[in-house]
């Protein structure tokens, strides 16, 4: 089983940057792709970001390729997401998702793909 919470959402203005992290519970975190989604009032859950298991390869939406850059700790069993240049339309929860045993380590867009979420952290971005 794997448990996650996630911290450092916040209120930024336009073209800030925040730092999300997720800290993550389980024997099992290395070798599981971990994946960001964001979910804004309205609107159905969407993938931002993704880290394979093992050597660690990376997917990022179109909307945030060149902004956004996940990494992985897994010493420290956490996964992170930098956020740069920061817009309005990425106000939204953050979710932290941790694939399933039977996805593995490959990377997946898709949120049914992951078994293990957070409680997710807002981040608001004024204009």
């Known amino acids: 089983q794997v448990q996650l919470v996630e911290s450092g959402g916040g209120l930024v203005q336009a073209g800030g940057s925040l730092t999300l992290s997720c800290a993550a519970s389980?024997?099992?975190?290395?070798?599981?792709?971990m994946g960001w989604f964001r979910q804004a009032p309205g609107k159905e859950r969407e993938f931002v970001a993704a880290?394979?298991?093992?050597?660690?390869?990376?997917y990022y939406a179109d909307s945030v390729k060149g902004r956004f850059t996940v990494s992985r700790d897994n010493a420290k069993n956490t996964v992170s997401l930098q956020m740069n240049s920061l817009k309005p339309e990425d106000t939204a929860l953050y979710y932290c998702?941790?694939?399933?045993?039977?996805?593995?380590?490959?990377?997946?867009?898709?949120?049914?793909?992951?078994?293990?979420w957070g409680q997710g952290t807002q981040v608001t971005v004024s204009s």
């Open positions: 880290i394979s298991g093992g050597r660690s390869s990376t």
């Open positions: 389980g024997r099992t975190f290395s070798r599981l792709a």
């Open positions: 998702a941790a694939a399933s045993d039977y996805t593995g380590s490959a990377i997946s867009l898709r949120a049914n793909d992951y078994a293990h």
